[in-house]
């Protein structure tokens, strides 16, 4: 319905004309003339805003634009509730500080994909880390809180089967690191409205607890597409290809500086599947200044889609996990069921996802219908790693968790009962050289819990489903 690029603002501004900035709901001269009224606007209020709450923004803006009777109901905060509710996985039934969900939307427009999205995992070099965004309804801002993992007083169990392997018990502690946010997007006011300079034209300051330690932090927007001067090298995409996404951006270091010089230019532009954090030390005297330099990390964050990481009948297994992975603590994992047909879903095949896999044995049988939740291949996909086997790395893969890759069904302590599979593990040197995959095992034990075989090394370690939900309410 809107002819430009971007919905107009928000904040009182004049009327939207093609140069004019986005995102504007200024003082509107509405034509009211008899001949000019439409069936719409004689319709009951109820009736009508149950047709507007339909709409997305883009549109329900565009409504507001034609006459005045329809600008009046469209600013009906009921609607807008709808509007902010939307990209809320906990719903919120007030605007908090703010004086209308109206503003509250335009305050925090147009990184309202942050909360939706939830789940972002970033590229810091071999670890990466693994966030969980929110909306804090108390005090009005965006947040994002590194998801921690914590696991103590390992006891050793005995596995009847092969008493000389290692097993550790594994009971992870999860919570949010809430100390040191890596997001933190507020107003300077609860009655404030962001300037379109404020998301496109270059970082945006994100006041911290840290910077009493001289530590800055500033936020800022990807752009969809990648620039045409730019040539593309299939490592430096973030999410990485391990990852089914419709969207990447690309993380070239030197490519990143020229693109702060050349930020999305129209809302429309904004890639809502990644973001970038700056951090850097500040000693200096005076302000800090925000431009690049040797003393500070940049960091790309990308989301998932939901799909992948929520369990169905057919796909039990899949979601996000974290795994024990010894020395180098706990690590968490991205569980991706992909029956023959996964191309459809946006999935790359493990053999193009990783080439020493290539020669793998395929599923090429119908699952019975008794079977129906063991089939497919399961990958575990690092979402953070180690200086060994780094973030966006396959960690373990069994090609066919049905009747085709099926080793035995345990009937020994502590796996009485469970699935045992065929499977490779992943292993590499340090910095990732000479990386393989080596044969193993995958014990299915629940929908939330399985254990790997690591044959060769002679021990075995367990993974355990995270719930997001409950992280959500801490």
Known sequence: ?????????????????????????????????????????????????????????????????????????????????????????????????????????????PSWFIPRSKIWFSDNEHTGNLILA???????????????????????????WDPDVVIFTFEPKINLWLDDPVVLLKTPSPSGFPSRAHYLHGEIRMPMAVESQNVFNAFSLCSKDIPSHVEVRQDRLWPPLTI???????????????????????FSDISETCFRVRRWAHFRLGLPILTAGSSETLTTYATLDPILYTPTKEKPYQGIWVGDYSAHGCEFLLFLQRSKESGSDGATPFGAA????????????????????????????????????????????AEDIGARGLVRIADETPFRGARIVRSRGHIAGLGFRDDTFISSQLILISSDCVAHYWESMGHVSYCRRVDIDALLRT
């Open 134 to 160: 929110r909306y804090d309804n108390r005090r009005g801002v965006i947040e994002g809180y590194r998801i921690l993992a914590e696991s103590h007083n390992h006891q050793h169990q005995v596995w009847d």
């Open 1 to 109: 319905m809107q002819g430009d690029r971007d919905p107009p603002q928000l904040d009182g501004n004049p009327a939207v004309t093609p140069n004019s900035p986005p995102f504007t709901l200024g003082d509107m001269k509405h034509d009211s003339s008899p001949e000019s009224i439409s069936q719409l606007v004689q319709l009951p209020s109820e009736l009508l805003y149950q047709i507007l709450s339909y709409l997305p923004l883009r549109d329900l803006i565009s409504v507001s634009l034609t006459c005045r009777t329809l600008a009046n109901h469209s600013s009906s905060d009921v609607l807008w509730a709808g509007l902010v509710n939307e990209n809320l996985p906990l719903k919120i039934q007030d605007p908090g500080p703010f004086d209308s969900f109206r503003k509250l939307y335009a305050a925090h427009y």
């Open 354 to 397: 990783n080439p020493k896999l290539a020669g793998a044995e395929s599923n090429d049988s119908e699952a019975s219908s008794e079977d129906i939740v063991q089939q497919g291949s399961l990958e575990a996909i690092k979402l953070t790693g180690d200086p060994n086997v780094p973030r966006g790395e396959i960690s373990f893969i």
């Open 244 to 266: 089914p996404s419709e969207n990447r951006v690309y993380r070239d270091v030197e490519t990143h500086w020229s693109n702060w010089e050349n930020p999305p230019k129209h």
